[in-house]
C-alpha cells in the first residue's frame, strides 16, 4: 500500500521546478441550478513511478465565489469535483492522457461548514490508471450552523492522498505448517496429557460396571421368569 | 463448541432422570444393559446434531427432477407392454419417463453447451443411438435400466444427418453423415464397418442419408439453386455403387422440403413453382414435376409447406402416404402410387399430424380444432379467465385416409399454458385387433400432457421449471378470521360502542372457525390416514403458524411463471407470457407483500429485450397468479435499470422507478401522490448504472422534474480489467448486531453501509502470471472507493457474496491451481462516528478492513447468504454445503490466545474442510443448479433454502441449529408421565407422612 500524506500544500511552497512528473488540473463546480461549469480550483502535481504521489497547489477562493458557495449550501446544492483520466505511468506527456473525467461530490452546506477543509483520495489501478477520485469533509455533517466569518471560506484546507490497490492476502499455509509443527514439539514433550478419558477414569469405570453386571445378574436368578418377562416390556 | 458442549450435559441429566425413573418400574438386568446402552447412545449422537435423520428425509425437503424441452422423442416399442417412453432435450439430457406416472425412470445429464448438445436420436428395439456434441460422440444406451452398451468418438467435421441402416428385414448398422465423410457402425459394439469420404465435398452440401433396407446407402447433397447431388454406398464394403447428378434450381435445402417415400422415391416440395416433384433415386434420370393446382390444391399464402413421411422400420421401405402442410392448419394426406400422386383425404382444420405404428399397422394421427367452446369463467377477483380451447384427436387409417372408429381423444388446452406444438403418438394393438393408442402432447410452453383415450390427463410435466431464471418467495396470506383481527386495528377509531361489538363479533367469528376447525379434525380422524393427506388449493391457502410455508414464484426462461407451494412443491398456479422474445432478461419484484389487507399483494416482473432493450410489465398477484388489473405504463423506450423505492403509495405498493435510456425516471404506480412524494424525495434518492462495455461507473441523482443529473464516475479502463459483478446488499436483509464484543469486553463496531457496493474485475491478460482479480468496495450514493484490492495470480469465475458488513468471494487461484475464499469485513473501529443513522453523505472516516483467504476443496457454481445471517450456503458441483460463516472470519487469530478464546474464534487454518454434515441435501443430487435462493421464516433459527437448475430442490436450514424449536422426537408422553409421577408421588407421600404422624402421635 502506497499512501503518502501531503496535507497543507498550500501556496507556501509552491516552489515546483524541480518537481519531476505531471500537472493535471483539479476543477470544481458549485452552480445554484445545478448545472455543472467547472472552473479551475488548482493544479495537481503527480509525481510517476513505482510509488506515486501527489501534491497540490490551489487558488483562493474569489469573494464572488465564495458568496456563491454559501448560497448554494443554502439550497443544499452539491460541489463537485473532477480531474481528468490520467496514466501515471507513462513517461511521455502525449501517452498519459485518455479521454475523459472522473467526478465526485459532496454537499455544498458540508463544504462551508467544514470551512473548506476536505480530503482528497486519488485511487488509482494495478497498472497505474487514475480510476476515481473521493471527497469527503471533515466534519462531514451539515448541521446548519451559520459560517459568519467570510475568512473561514478563503483558503482550503486540503488533505491529499493517492491509494493504489492493495494486495490481498492469499492463505498462508506457511505459518500454519510452522504452528502446526510447534504444537507437535510440545505434545511430543509431555505425553502424560495426552490419555484418553477412559484411559484416565478406567478405575471408577469399570467398577461400576462390574456393580451393575453382578446386581442385575442376582435380580434375573431371583425374579424367575415373572421377572424376565418384565424385562422384556421395556 | 462451548455450546455443543453444553447440550451434550443437558442430554445427559435428561437421561438420568430417565434412567432413575425407570429403575422404580422394573429392575431387571436386562433393562439396566439396555439404558446404559442408551445412555452412551445419547451421548454418541449429541455430536451430530446437525444432521438430518433417516426418517426426517423428505420431511422438509423435496427434489423435483426434470428433463428440458424435448427435441426428439420415441416410445419404447419393442414390447407391447412397455411403460417408457424415451426423451432427447434441449438441456442436454437423456431420460426415460414412465408412462403411467410421469416420474423419471432413469436420466442422464451432459455437459452444458454445444458440447454435450444431442443432435440426433434413433431407436432400434432395446437400443438407443445417440450423436453427441455435433458429431463428436457416438453412443448407445440399453433402454431398460439406462446402462451403456458402447461409445466411440468420430472423426472430426461437423454432423449433418444419420440413419439406421437394415439389411434382410434386421437393422444392425448406423450411418453417419458429416461435412465430408459418411462412416456406418455397427449397432452391436460402435465398431466402424468402413468410412468414405464424399465426392466433390467442397462444393456440394451433402444433407441427407437414407436407406431403405435393400444393401444400398443413399447420401443427397445440394448444390443450392443448381442440383441434387446422389451417391448410393454399398452396406457391405462402402463401395461408390452410383453417383449422378439431377438438376434442381429450385431447391436450397433438403431436410426442410423434401422426403423418402415408397421405393426410393424423393419428394419435394416448392412453394414459388408451386409443384411437388418426384425422383426415383434407383434411376435417377430427372426430377418428375408435379403441379399443386393437378391436385386441385393451394398453399395459402405466405406459408412454406412441407412434408411428413413416416419409415415404420429402418430395415424397410417407408410408407407410400405421406402428409403435406399447406397452411398452418391444413394438412393433406396423400399417396404415392405408381408415379401418380392420389390425395386420399383433406383435413382442415388440422393443427398437428403425426404417424404412429403398431405391429404392421400405420395409422394417422391428427389433431384438430373442435368448435370453438367459449366458456367464461368468472372468478372471485374481478378477472375473467381466458376461454377454454378443446382439440380433438383422431386416428385415420393411413393407407386409406378412413377414419377410425372410436378413436377420438378430447385434449382440452390449459388456458395458462402455451399451444401445442407437436404430437407423439403411442400406438398399441388392443385384444380385438383394434388400435388404441395414448398420446403425448408437446405445448409451446414447454409442458408435456400425456393423454389416454377419451381425454383422460394421465399426467402432465412442466418441463419450463428445468429453465427457472429468477424467483422469489411471498409469504401466504392470513385466513380470514385473522385478517379480520387484524383489520380491526387498522381501522380509525369509531367510538367506544361500535369498538366493543366490533371486537365481540370478531370473537363469535374466531369461536365459530375454532368449532368448524375441531369438527374438521372429529371428521377427519374417522377416515383413514392416507385420505387424510392434506391436499393444498387454492381455498385453504393461508399462512401457518411460524411462515414456514409459503409461495414460490418463480419465473421460467420460456416465459412460463409459476406459483409453488414451498411446504410441498405442489404447483398451485401458473400462467404463461406469450411473444416473450428468445433473449429475454427478467427481474421479478415484489410490490406489495400479503401483509396489507385488503389490498392484493402484487408481484412486477420486467421482461426486457437484451438486444434492443425494449421492456414491457407484467403486473400480478403472487398467490393466485392473476393478472392484476392494474395496468402497466407501456415503455417506449429501452429502460436501462429499475429500482425499487422503500416508500409506498397510498395503497402500500412500493414504487418502482424505471430509467429510460435519454436518462429519463418513469414511476409505477405513476398516481398523484407518489409523483409528489417522488418530487418531495428527489434530492435523496441516488441510483448507479454500470456498463462493463466501457468499464463505467456513474451515479445519479433524481432531480424534482423527474429527471436526472450524472454526479459521480469511476472509469476502469477496459483494457486492463473488466468489471464482472456488481453486488450490493439485500434490501430486505436485517442485521441483529452493530459490533462485535472482544475478547476484553470493549466492542467493535461493524461498518453497516447499505449502500456499499461489492465491485468484482478480471484482469483481460490471462496469463497465469500476470491475470488478477481485483475487488472494489465503492459507496453506491457518493461514489467513493472505500477498499480497492487485488488478488494477484487468480483468475474467474469469481463468485461474490455481499451481506452485513462482510463480503466473501470465491476465484481460482492459477498459481497454486485451486479454488479460494477470500473473506473481507469492514469495521468502524471502538467508537461509532453517528450511531443514530446512517448517511453515506456524512461518513467521513474509511473503515478499517480486514482480510483472510482459505483453501476450499472444491469448486463452487453459486454462492448465497443465508437470510438468518449465521451462515453463508455455498454450493458445489452436485451438492450443496452450507458453511458456517464462524469459519470464514478474517480476525481468526494464528495462535489461540485467551483473548480469542473467549470470542469463539476458531484458530486459523489454510484449509476449509467440507464435513459430510454440511452437506443441506443429503444424497440427493442435484444437477445444474443455476442459482440459489434463500428466505427467511417466522422462526428465527430457520432459514428457506431453494436450489434451482435442472432440478428444483428446497429445504430449511438451522445456520445456528434448532434453538427455538422442541425437536419432533421430542418425547412429550415421558415428561407428562414424570410430572404426573412426581405429582402422584408427592400425593402419596404426604399422606403416608400424615399417617405416619398420626401413628407417632398415638403412641
Not at chain 1, 484418553?196 to 434375573?220: C, E, H, N, R, T
Not at chain 2, 404392421?360 to 367464461?376: C, L, Q, R
Not at chain 2, 475464499?821 to 469492514?826: D, T
Amino acid at each position: 500500500m502506497s499512501r503518502h500524506w501531503i496535507g497543507d500544500t498550500l501556496a507556501s511552497d509552491g516552489l515546483e521546478a524541480e518537481f519531476n512528473g505531471l500537472s493535471v488540473p483539479l476543477e470544481h463546480s458549485f452552480e445554484l441550478d445545478d448545472v455543472a461549469k467547472f472552473q479551475l480550483r488548482g493544479s495537481l502535481m503527480l509525481k510517476t513511478g513505482r510509488e506515486p504521489s501527489v501534491s497540490l497547489n490551489q487558488n483562493q477562493l474569489s469573494e464572488e465565489d465564495r458568496t456563491k458557495l454559501k448560497e448554494v449550501a443554502a439550497v443544499d446544492g452539491l460541489y463537485r469535483i473532477r480531474v481528468p483520466r490520467v496514466f501515471l505511468q507513462a513517461d511521455k506527456q502525449t501517452e498519459w492522457q485518455t479521454e475523459g473525467h472522473l467526478t465526485a461530490f459532496v454537499r455544498a452546506c458540508a463544504m462551508v461548514e467544514s470551512h473548506l477543509s476536505d480530503v482528497i483520495t486519488l485511487h488509482t489501478d494495478v497498472s497505474g490508471y487514475l480510476i476515481g477520485v473521493s471527497i469527503v469533509t471533515l466534519p462531514g455533517a451539515c448541521r446548519g450552523i451559520e459560517v459568519e466569518d467570510e475568512v473561514d471560506l478563503e483558503v482550503f484546507n486540503t488533505t491529499l492522498s493517492i491509494m493504489a490497490p492493495v494486495n490481498a492476502p492469499g492463505p498462508e499455509t506457511a505459518l500454519f505448517i510452522q504452528r502446526m509443527e510447534q504444537e507437535f514439539e510440545k505434545k511430543g514433550k509431555n505425553p502424560q496429557e495426552q490419555k484418553s478419558f477412559f484411559a484416565k477414569y478406567w478405575m471408577y469405570i469399570v467398577p461400576l460396571v462390574l456393580f451393575l453386571m453382578m446386581s442385575g445378574a442376582q435380580d434375573q436368578s431371583g425374579g424367575g421368569g415373572g421377572g424376565g418377562g418384565n424385562g422384556g416390556g421395556r | 463448541m462451548a455450546a455443543i458442549c453444553l447440550k451434550v450435559k443437558e442430554k445427559t441429566e435428561v437421561t438420568t432422570t430417565y434412567f432413575l425413573f425407570l429403575r422404580k418400574r422394573s429392575q431387571t438386568a436386562a433393562a439396566m444393559a439396555k439404558l446404559i446402552l442408551l445412555l452412551l447412545k445419547c451421548i454418541l449422537f449429541c455430536g451430530t446434531v446437525y444432521a438430518v435423520f433417516e426418517d426426517q428425509v423428505g420431511k422438509f425437503d423435496w427434489r423435483q427432477q426434470y428433463v428440458g424441452k424435448v427435441r426428439f422423442c420415441h416410445f419404447d416399442g419393442h414390447m407391447q407392454s412397455s411403460k417408457k417412453v424415451l426423451l432427447a432435450t434441449e438441456s442436454n439430457v437423456f431420460a426415460a419417463l414412465n408412462t403411467r406416472t410421469g416420474e423419471v425412470l432413469w436420466r442422464h445429464v451432459d455437459k452444458t453447451g454445444p458440447e454435450g448438445n444431442i443432435d440426433a436420436f434413433l431407436q432400434n428395439g432395446q437400443d438407443s443411438v445417440l450423436v453427441v456434441g455435433n458429431g463428436r460422440v457416438l453412443r448407445s444406451w440399453e433402454t431398460n435400466i439406462g446402462g451403456l452398451n458402447w461409445e466411440v468418438v468420430l472423426d472430426s467435421g461437423s454432423f449433418q444427418s444419420t440413419c439406421l441402416v437394415g439389411q434382410q428385414g434386421t437393422v444392425k448398422n448406423v450411418a453417419v453423415l458429416k461435412k465430408t465423410a459418411i462412416s456406418l457402425h455397427y449397432l452391436s459394439n460402435g465398431h466402424q464397418k468402413w468410412i468414405e469420404n464424399l465426392p466433390d465435398s467442397d462444393t456440394v452440401d451433402y444433407q441427407t442419408v437414407y436407406s431403405g433396407g435393400n444393401g444400398e446407402v443413399y447420401v443427397l447433397g445440394v448444390v443450392p439453386h443448381s442440383h441434387i447431388a446422389v451417391v448410393a454406398f454399398s452396406v457391405d464394403d462402402g463401395e461408390i455403387l452410383k453417383q449422378s447428378s439431377v438438376e434442381a434450381p429450385w431447391l436450397s435445402s433438403i431436410p426442410e422440403s423434401c422426403q423418402i417415400v415408397d421405393q426410393e422415391m424423393l419428394i419435394c416440395v416448392d412453394s414459388t413453382t408451386m409443384s411437388l416433384y418426384t425422383l426415383d433415386l434407383t434411376l435417377q434420370l430427372q426430377m418428375n414435376q408435379i403441379p399443386l393446382q393437378s391436385l386441385e390444391l393451394e398453399v395459402d399464402p405466405d406459408f412454406r409447406p412441407s412434408l411428413v413421411s413416416h419409415q415404420p422400420n429402418p430395415a424397410k421401405q417407408p410408407l407410400s402416404e405421406f402428409f403435406l402442410q399447406l397452411g398452418p392448419d391444413r394438412y393433406v394426406l396423400l399417396q404415392f402410387n405408381s408415379g401418380q400422386i392420389v390425395m386420399l383425404r383433406d383435413f382442415k382444420p388440422a393443427l398437428l399430424v403425426s404417424f404412429a405404428t403398431t405391429g404392421e399397422k400405420t395409422v394417422a394421427a391428427v389433431m384438430s380444432p373442435k368448435n370453438k367452446t367459449v366458456s367464461i369463467v368468472f372468478n372471485v377477483l374481478y378477472y375473467v379467465a381466458p376461454a377454454t380451447q378443446a382439440s380433438t384427436i383422431n386416428l385415420y387409417n393411413a393407407e386409406t385416409g378412413r377414419r377410425l372408429l372410436d378413436t377420438t381423444l378430447i385434449f382440452t388446452m390449459d388456458p395458462n399454458g402455451g399451444k401445442p406444438e407437436r404430437l407423439n403418438i403411442q400406438a398399441f394393438l388392443k385384444k380385438d385387433d383394434s388400435v388404441g393408442y395414448r398420446v403425448m402432447v408437446q405445448t409451446k410452453d414447454h409442458a408435456l400432457t400425456f393423454i389416454q383415450q377419451p381425454g383422460r390427463v394421465l399426467w402432465t410435466r412442466e418441463e419450463a421449471l428445468s429453465d427457472v431464471l429468477t424467483m422469489e418467495m411471498v409469504d401466504l396470506p392470513l385466513t380470514g378470521t385473522q385478517a379480520e383481527l387484524e383489520g380491526e386495528f387498522g381501522k380509525k377509531t369509531d367510538g367506544l360502542m361500535s369498538m366493543v361489538f366490533k371486537r365481540l363479533s370478531s370473537q363469535l367469528i374466531l369461536l365459530q372457525a375454532w368449532i368448524a376447525h375441531l369438527w374438521k379434525l372429529f371428521y377427519d380422524a374417522r377416515k383413514p390416514r392416507s385420505q387424510v393427506k392434506s391436499d393444498i388449493s387454492m381455498e385453504n391457502l393461508s399462512r401457518d403458524e411460524f411462515n414456514l410455508q409459503k409461495m414460490m414464484v418463480m419465473v421460467t426462461a420460456s416465459g412460463k411463471l409459476f406459483g409453488i407451494d414451498s411446504k410441498t412443491g405442489g404447483i398451485l398456479w401458473k400462467h404463461y407470457l406469450e411473444n416473450i422474445p428468445s433473449n429475454a432478461g427478467f427481474k421479478l419484484m415484489v410490490q406489495r407483500t400479503t401483509a396489507h389487507f385488503p389490498h392484493p399483494p402484487q408481484c412486477t416482473l420486467l421482461i426486457k429485450d437484451k438486444d434492443t432493450g425494449l421492456a414491457s410489465l407484467h403486473v400480478f398477484n403472487p398467490i393466485f397468479g392473476k393478472m392484476s388489473h392494474v395496468t402497466p405504463p407501456a415503455l417506449p423506450q429501452p429502460i436501462l435499470q429499475s429500482l425499487m423505492l422503500p416508500f409506498m403509495d397510498q395503497d402500500y405498493a412500493k414504487v418502482l422507478l424505471l430509467i429510460d435510456d435519454q436518462y429519463k425516471v418513469s414511476a409505477f404506480p405513476s398516481t398523484k401522490y407518489v409523483l409528489q412524494q417522488l418530487q418531495e424525495m428527489a434530492p435523496t434518492i441516488f441510483f448507479f448504472l454500470v456498463d462493463s462495455s466501457q468499464g463505467r461507473l456513474s451515479g445519479y441523482r433524481l432531480r424534482t422534474d423527474l429527471s436526472t443529473e450524472q454526479i459521480w464516475e469511476v472509469i476502469l479502463p477496459t483494457e486492463i480489467q473488466k468489471i464482472v459483478s456488481v453486488k450490493g446488499k439485500r434490501p430486505n436483509e436485517h442485521v441483529h448486531s452493530q459490533g462485535r464484543v472482544m475478547g476484553d469486553r470493549s466492542v467493535l463496531y461493524k461498518y453497516l453501509n447499505p449502500n456499499l457496493l461489492a465491485v468484482v474485475t478480471e484482469s483481460t491478460d490471462l496469463h497465469q502470471e500476470r491475470s488478477f482479480v481485483g475487488i472494489m468496495l465503492i459507496d453506491g450514493v457518493t461514489g467513493r472507493i472505500i477498499h480497492e484490492a487485488v488478488q494477484r495470480k487468480a483468475r474467474g469465475p469469481v463468485h461474490v457474496v455481499h451481506s452485513e458488513n462482510w463480503v466473501v468471494y470465491e476465484y481460482w487461484s492459477t498459481k497454486s491451481r485451486r479454488n479460494e475464499f477470500s473473506v473481507i469485513e469492514l469495521y468502524e473501529g471502538m467508537e461509532l462516528y453517528n450511531s443514530t443513522a446512517f448517511s453515506s453523505l456524512d461518513r467521513p472516516l474509511v473503515p478499517q478492513v480486514l482480510q483472510q483467504s482459505y483453501i476450499f476443496p472444491s469448486s463452487i457454481s453459486t454462492m448465497e447468504a443465508t437470510l438468518t445471517e449465521k451462515g453463508i450456503t455455498s454450493r458445489h458441483l452436485l451438492r450443496i454445503v452450507s458453511l458456517p460463516k464462524m469459519f470464514l472470519d478474517p480476525r481468526r487469530p494464528e495462535m489461540a490466545s485467551e483473548q480469542s478464546r473467549e470470542e469463539n474464534l476458531i484458530p486459523y487454518a489454510p484449509e476449509l474442510m467440507i464435513r459430510t454434515e454440511w452437506f443441506i441435501n443429503y444424497n440427493q443430487t442435484i444437477s445444474r443448479v443455476r442459482g440459489i435462493y434463500t428466505a427467511p421464516s417466522g422462526l428465527e433459527s430457520t432459514c428457506l433454502v431453494v436450489a434451482y437448475g435442472l432440478d428444483i430442490y428446497h429445504t430449511r436450514v438451522y445456520p445456528s441449529k434448532q434453538f427455538d424449536v422442541l425437536k419432533d422426537d421430542y418425547d412429550y408422553m415421558l415428561i407428562s408421565s414424570v410430572l404426573l409421577a412426581l405429582f402422584f408421588a408427592t400425593m402419596i407421600s404426604k399422606r403416608l407422612a400424615e399417617v405416619k404422624l398420626l401413628n407417632r402421635a398415638w403412641r
